[in-house]
C-alpha cells in the first residue's frame, strides 16, 4: 500500500508489544506494490481497489524479520 503503511509493519515487527490488537493481511493479487497491511478488527477489509476486492485475501503470521524499508524518492 503506502511507504506509511510498509513503515509501521517494519516497526511493528521489531517491537512485538506492538503487534497487540493488530492484524496483518495480505492481498496475493496485488502485484505492483506492498500488498499488506494492519487492521484492528480480524475480519477482512481488504483495502484494494474499493469494494471488488473486500474479501480476497487473508491474515497472516507477523514475520519474524521486518520487510526492508524502500526510499519514498
Known sequence: ???LSHAMLHLIV???RL???WHLFECPMVLDRFNQ???PS???ANPYMGTRML???GEIA???APP????SD
Do not use: T
Not at 526492508?68 to 526510499?71: E, N, R
Open 1 to 3: 500500500m503506502s511507504p
Open 14 to 16: 521489531l517491537d512485538g
Open 19 to 21: 503487534q497487540k490488537d
Open 37 to 39: 497491511w494492519l487492521q
Open 42 to 44: 480480524p475480519e477482512m
Open 55 to 57: 474479501q480476497c485475501g
Open 62 to 64: 507477523w514475520p519474524q
Open 68 to 71: 526492508a524499508l524502500v526510499s
